[in-house]
């Protein structure tokens, strides 16, 4: 019992000794008032120096919480029509996505997998466009496809041809089955890029600054990671759900 209540009492003060790193003068105080500069504190750290890594780890995934749980509602509601797998799929993955990225190109492939191994997946797709002029307008052009009901079309023909331009656009969106016509006085509107900031003002606030960029449960997971990790962290969040 007296070990137990002496490595919870280190790993207390231990949170302290971060805070004061990170904290620089403040934080230097309280660690001067604490007390934290004796030799057995020291000699603890010294003998244990694996403990800092895991604790700055879960301080990581603390603040990470913190930033998620009041987007969390917002994050998993779609742009009416901008979702792949199950719409009414238990498990959520959301991606942040651009035309013009070749990561994304290359993950395409991966969320049909985990699409097609995950009857329960919903894919809620944000559309993130922060690399060239015109991947906001494929995604604009996204956006007004999924409001005709062919999102999951175009995302794959737009991917498909390569990075976007006039008419790459335009070729997919045709394929698509997009009616251009249209398309283009709902895109005139304004009412896309309103969705387009919505998304880039949720990816800011995530930390995140590239594509593509995912959360799925608790996590939030930065770059073309593949398949293999976005299948552990779906089998996470299942198994969080159903505990």
Same mark, same amino acid.
Not at 38 to 61: C, I, M, N, W
Not at 84 to 102: I, K, Q, R
Not at 131 to 151: F, I, N
């Given at each position: 019992m007296t070990n137990n209540n002496t490595s919870s009492s280190i790993l207390r003060w231990l949170a302290i000794v971060i805070i004061a790193l990170v904290g620089g003068f403040g934080g230097a105080a309280?660690?001067?008032?604490?007390?934290?500069?004796?030799?057995?504190?020291?000699?603890?750290?010294?003998?244990?120096?694996? @403990?800092?890594? =895991?604790?700055?780890?879960?301080?990581? #995934?603390?603040?990470?919480? $913190? %930033?998620?749980?009041?987007?969390? +509602?917002?994050?998993?509601?779609?742009?009416?029509?901008?979702?792949?797998?199950?719409?009414?799929?238990?498990?959520?993955?959301?991606?942040?996505?651009?035309?013009?990225?070749?990561?994304?190109?290359?993950?395409?492939?991966?969320?049909?997998?985990?699409?097609?191994?995950?009857?329960?997946?919903?894919? @809620?797709?944000? =559309?993130?466009?922060?690399?060239?002029? #015109?991947?906001?307008?494929? $995604? %604009?052009?996204?956006?007004?496809? +999924?409001?005709?009901?062919?999102?999951?079309?175009?995302?794959?023909?737009?991917?498909a041809m390569g990075p976007p331009t006039d008419e790459t656009i335009a070729a997919a969106a045709t394929k698509a089955g997009v009616n251009l016509d249209q398309a283009r006085k709902d895109i005139a509107t304004g009412v896309f890029d309103q969705q387009l900031q919505a998304n880039s003002a949720i990816a800011q606030q995530l930390g995140f600054n590239g594509t593509p960029s995912w959360v799925i449960g608790d996590q939030v997971i930065s770059g073309a990671v593949g398949r293999n990790r976005l299948t552990d962290a779906i089998k996470q969040a299942q198994e969080s759900k159903a505990s």
């Open positions: 309280i660690y001067d008032q604490t007390g934290l500069s004796g030799q057995s504190t020291r000699a603890y750290l010294l003998a244990h120096p694996e @403990v800092l890594p =895991e604790a700055f780890d879960v301080l990581q #995934k603390r603040e990470t919480l $913190a %930033r998620l749980e009041p987007l969390k +509602a917002e994050l998993e509601t779609p742009f009416p029509g901008a979702i792949l797998g199950n719409p009414n799929g238990s498990v959520t993955l959301v991606e942040f996505s651009d035309y013009a990225c070749g990561y994304c190109r290359h993950s395409v492939e991966d969320v049909k997998a985990l699409v097609a191994d995950n009857p329960q997946l919903k894919v @809620v797709m944000r =559309e993130y466009p922060i690399l060239t002029e #015109k991947s906001v307008d494929a $995604a %604009r052009m996204a956006l007004a496809a +999924a409001k005709q009901g062919h999102y999951a079309q175009f995302h794959d023909l737009m991917f």
